[in-house]
């Protein structure tokens, strides 16, 4: 059904590119945050080693500092809970797509060991209405490309969030988005268990006024401190062991 609905949005095309367009106008543009994109918090042995990849929500674009970023603020989680060291690095862009970040990025990425490793990717593969053949193609390169260069790492992905709240969005534009993201979520999560990464639930948005920054369409602070806190059981693996049975 979703696949079929996802190629129902085609005959909303022409709604999507004339409201895509006055959104564009409106919209602030952002860049991403100032600050360190590489960073260690001090704690005990063994260090986690934590590499958050993707588009502009792993750069922390709507904040002023990456202090306060996606990558930041998962590490501190992490190490307040393990009481270990903590090493991490965002590597994200604005506008990356699946494609983008396997062909460009992820060679040009030395190799270092990390541990765990997140994946904030496909809000623009929805936005910029890439087939659902076409993300197979470059979400699943991705994911082998990431299992090649760090198989012993725990990969997590994040899916996309609702489009229907996002508040830069006119309602029908969020919902012909919503329909393709429903459809790329679908996939990528069964790539994701395919191709030996775990995917995450989608993050919940109960406030988005609180939850997004200025320009409506990227987090706030307390967007990527509450994006950290969803993720960082299923990091960690814990979402996953307290879902077992007990004996």
């Given at each position: 059904?979703?696949?079929?609905?996802?190629?129902?949005?085609?005959?909303?095309?022409?709604?999507?590119?004339?409201?895509?367009?006055?959104?564009r106008?409106r919209?602030?543009?952002?860049?991403?945050?100032k600050?360190?994109v590489?960073?260690a918090i001090?704690?005990?042995?063994p260090?986690?080693s934590l590499?958050?990849?993707?588009?502009?929500?792993?750069?922390s674009?709507?904040?002023?500092?990456?202090?306060n970023?996606?990558?930041?603020?998962l590490?501190?989680?992490?190490?307040?809970?393990?009481g270990?060291?903590?090493?991490?690095?965002?590597?994200?862009?604005?506008?990356?797509?699946?494609?983008?970040?396997?062909?460009?990025v992820?060679?040009?990425?030395?190799?270092?060991?990390?541990?765990?490793?997140?994946?904030?990717i496909?809000?623009n593969?929805?936005?910029?209405?890439?087939?659902?053949?076409?993300f197979k193609k470059e979400?699943?390169?991705?994911?082998?490309?990431l299992?090649a260069?760090?198989?012993e790492?725990?990969?997590?992905?994040?899916?996309?969030?609702?489009?229907t709240?996002?508040?830069?969005?006119?309602?029908?534009?969020?919902?012909?988005?919503?329909?393709?993201?429903q459809a790329?979520?679908?996939?990528?999560?069964?790539?994701?268990?395919?191709?030996?990464?775990?995917?995450?639930a989608?993050?919940?948005?109960?406030?988005p006024?609180?939850?997004?920054?200025?320009d409506?369409?990227?987090?706030?602070?307390?967007?990527y401190?509450?994006?950290?806190?969803h993720?960082?059981d299923l990091v960690?693996?814990e979402?996953e062991?307290?879902?077992?049975?007990?004996?």
């Amino acid at each position: 059904m979703s696949r079929i609905a996802t190629l129902l949005t085609w005959f909303a095309f022409p709604v999507y590119v004339w409201q895509g367009i006055g959104v564009r106008r409106r919209t602030e543009r952002m860049f991403p945050a100032k600050g360190p994109v590489l960073h260690a918090i001090a704690g005990g042995e063994p260090p986690l080693s934590l590499l958050v990849l993707g588009d502009s929500s792993a750069a922390s674009v709507g904040i002023g500092h990456s202090e306060n970023g996606l990558a930041a603020q998962l590490a501190l989680i992490l190490s307040k809970r393990t009481g270990r060291a903590v090493r991490w690095r965002a590597a994200g862009f604005n506008s990356a797509t699946s494609g983008q970040i396997r062909d460009h990025v992820l060679p040009n990425l030395s190799a270092e060991p990390w541990t765990h490793i997140v994946l904030s990717i496909g809000t623009n593969d929805t936005k910029n209405f890439h087939s659902l053949p076409r993300f197979k193609k470059e979400f699943g390169g991705l994911l082998y490309a990431l299992r090649a260069k760090w198989p012993e790492a725990r990969v997590v992905w994040s899916p996309v969030v609702e489009f229907t709240r996002v508040p830069a969005l006119p309602p029908l534009l969020g919902r012909i988005l919503e329909i393709r993201a429903q459809a790329i979520n679908g996939l990528g999560e069964r790539l994701c268990l395919e191709r030996g990464a775990v995917p995450s639930a989608r993050l919940p948005i109960l406030d988005p006024q609180l939850g997004f920054s200025t320009d409506g369409f990227h987090a706030s602070e307390a967007g990527y401190r509450a994006w950290a806190e969803h993720l960082a059981d299923l990091v960690l693996g814990e979402a996953e062991n307290s879902a077992l049975p007990v004996a």
